[in-house]
């Protein structure tokens, strides 16, 4: 490839945060809901609680602030809108039933 550069960071380019390193590793187009094109830059860093390796995505002009790869990152935590359809949904189906 011709593009030596798929970041469009300088070569070596990374930020880190509290000692956790996050490094550009490609960045692609990116529509949003309003129709409206813009960058979206991918990130990898290592978990640090586990070790493990993941990708963090923001836009061109952000810097990344996730800390810590998909597992480790609140695992007890449940989505309270997602909780709040399914108690509604449970409803519907009791008040069916009867
Ligand atoms: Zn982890």
Redesign the pocket.
Known sequence: MADDNPTGFPPGHHHVLDGQRYCPIRRRPYVNKLGEAMALVDWESD??????A?VVSTRFSETPTRR??????NPRMVNPTKRKLWRQRYAIAQARRV
């Open positions: 978990c640090p609680d586990c070790g493990v993941f810590r790869c998909g597992d480790c990152k």
